[in-house]
Every structure is written in C-alpha cells, then in structure tokens.
C-alpha cells in the first residue's frame, strides 16, 4: 500500500536561526525587518512559537507584531542560509528515503509502500529523527495514503508531532475541522461556504445548497466526497503539484516611478527563477499584481505559449504586465504603488530537454 509522508519544518526562518543562536531559545523571536531601528513597512516572515500566543503571525506588518510583543527579538532574514538549509533537509530525506518531492523551501513529501499504518508511522518517526539528529530542526509530520490528508495531518501534528491517518479512518479524522482546513479553500470560498451555513468539513457530507452547487461546480463535488472519505484529485488543477510560486515587496516608501518599480520587479525575478530552478519547475502563466497607496489592488497574467523556464522568459512578460498596469491603472502616474507581488503559475516538473520560450519564436510572439 502506497503512503504518502508529508514534511513540514517548524517555523522554518526562526528554527535556521535558533539553530546557530542556541542562547534565544525559549524566547519570542522573529524573523523579518526589525521595526525597532526605524519605520519598516516589512512583514513578518516567521515567528517563534513563544510569539505566537501574543498574536503575531506570518506575513503580519512588523509594526504591528512589535505592537503586540514588544519583548520580540528580532532577526533580519537571511534568505541564502534558508535555501542552503533547505537543500541540506533534503539531501538528508534523500539519502533515506528514494521517492521524495520538495514542495516548498519548508515542505516536501516521500512516498512509501509499506502493509499497514504503523510500518508508515516507523518510517515517518525515522524521518523525524534523520532532520532532528542530523541538522539540529524541527519537524512536523503528516501520514496518510493521499497526499492532501496528510498535509492536513500535518498541520494538526504541529509543532513536532507526528499525526497518521488510515484510509479507513479520513472521513471520522477530517469531520470536526474547519472547511479552512482544506487546502485551497481559502478566504473567498471559506465566507461563501459560511453564508451556506457550512463550517466544518462533516457540513459537506451532506447535499449541498443548489446555490452553492452553482457557484463550486466540480470543485464542491469534489469537497463532498472529501468530507466522505473518498479522496480524488482537485479538479482545478491541471496535474498535481504546486499550483504557484510567489514573490513580494512592500516598497520603503510609496512610488509612481516605472523605472523604479521595474528595477525592483527585475530582483523579484532574480529571486523567483532560482527557486524555481531548485525545486526543478517550469512555469506557463505570469502575474504580477499592485497594491496601491489606497490599498486598492489591481492584477494582470499573461500564459505563455508554452511552459518556460528561463530569467527572459519571465523578465519580459512581467515587465510588459507592469507597464500596463502603470498606464491603464496609475492614472498618468499620479498613483503610487505600495506593494508588488510576481507570481508563476501553472507549474509542473521541469525536464532536461525543456526548451526555452525563445525558442518558440521569442517572448513578445509567445504571450497570448
């Protein structure tokens, strides 16, 4: 029987750093641009678990996770020691285990065909030991014979733990939670699931609202048979793997520049394609998206003709994407941008004969 056991390194930034500085263990500690040496528009990148109950989360404004714990200490990222540490994680998971697919800089998921539960469990909890005893990190773990039911299993193995689920046991196992547990359902679909009256996943065994039918289509279909146990692939997606990567920069100060605002999307690139490049994934559609000074946002995605992989390929389209926002939404550059955010999407494996977008009669012929 195949089992799929799902890895997710604890509060990843904050555990890199605990790592070589021992003495702040046990202390609130985070990750991101320290507000205590001037106003920072930055976020939070990662917060210890001593942080947490004060209320400060990934991805929150730093002024306000300052706010909320004051006693913080604070550590400016270092992305380049996440990736090698990254690489080291695997390289580790590797040397054990043959069937391991990295699905982020701080997730990544081994198959294993093993009789029953428990050898699954062995095998995980030997995972665990492998990255604790080698490396020095944590670890939360997540078991199950599909993979989206182990990343949920995950999420409630945290922090540390290790969480199996048996095939005969999903439905009992993903009842009581949150429909937010459910990867993919995010804000949008969790308020519209809400307004139906459905907040757990056992809310969905059950016939669905004509309405709701309406508006989920397949992907409520979907969510049903998940809530019964019965595991099939998301239909939204083309093929599995990861459905997008991401960048973002909130600006120091707000600008209605093009030339500086492609100065700083050009190191969104430089920091994308590298990633891209480490978790060996093509892309084929690419957005980039503005959050005005009003907080207003405004998007635009181009797909290329064909999946790509080079620096060129994204460069050129998020350039364009840029420039059009800045025309058709800047109001004659009057308008001043916050944040910028350069997302790839439509990812699958990347293979050694991958021809790049040039080659395709060069990227402005390719953009569609």
């Not at 002024?63 to 690489?87: F, N, Q, T």
């Not at 394609?273 to 405004?298: G, K, M, N």
């Amino acid at each position: 029987m195949e089992w799929t056991i799902y890895l997710d390194m604890d509060a990843f930034y904050v555990s890199c750093e605990l790592r070589d500085r021992p003495e702040l263990k046990g202390r609130p500690v985070i990750v991101g641009p320290d507000p205590t040496k001037g106003p920072s528009r930055g976020v939070v990148l990662s917060a210890s678990y001593e942080a947490r109950p004060f209320g400060v989360r990934s991805a929150q404004p730093v002024g306000l996770a300052h706010r909320l714990c004051p006693e913080a200490v604070w550590i400016d990222p270092d992305m380049e020691k996440y990736v090698r540490v990254s690489h080291e994680v695997r390289a580790a998971v590797a040397a054990v285990e043959a069937n391991l697919a990295p699905l982020s800089i701080d997730e990544m998921a081994v198959r294993v065909d093993v009789p029953d539960a428990a050898s699954a469990e062995e095998r995980a909890r030997a995972l665990q030991r492998t990255i604790r005893e080698q490396l020095g990190l944590p670890v939360s773990v997540g078991v199950a014979t599909s993979q989206i039911v182990a990343k949920i299993a995950t999420d409630l193995a945290k922090p540390g733990g290790v969480k199996v689920v048996p095939p005969d046991g999903v439905a009992e196992f993903l009842g009581p939670l949150s429909v937010r547990a459910i990867p993919g359902v995010g804000p949008k679909t969790g308020e519209l699931l809400h307004r139906y009256g459905v907040e757990t996943i056992a809310d969905l065994r059950g016939t669905l609202p004509l309405g709701l039918r309406r508006e989920l289509g397949d992907f409520g279909a979907w969510l049903r048979r998940l809530s019964r146990g019965i595991v099939l692939e998301d239909p939204r997606r083309d093929e599995a793997g990861p459905r997008s990567r991401s960048v973002d920069c909130t600006l120091e100060a707000d600008s209605s520049d093009l030339g500086e605002l492609e100065k700083i999307l050009d190191g969104m690139v430089e920091r994308l394609v590298p990633s891209l490049e480490e978790e060996h994934l093509a892309f084929q559609t690419v957005t980039v998206a503005l959050r005005w000074a009003d907080f207003e946002q405004t998007q635009r995605s181009r797909t290329l003709a064909a999946s790509a992989t080079s620096r060129a390929a994204l460069q050129v389209p998020a350039r364009r994407l840029l420039a059009e926002i800045v025309e058709r939404e800047g109001r004659g550059a009057r308008r001043p941008t916050r944040r910028l955010s350069l997302r790839v999407e439509r990812l699958r494996p990347r293979h050694g004969s991958e021809r790049p977008i040039e080659s395709f009669g060069g990227a402005q012929g390719a953009l569609k």
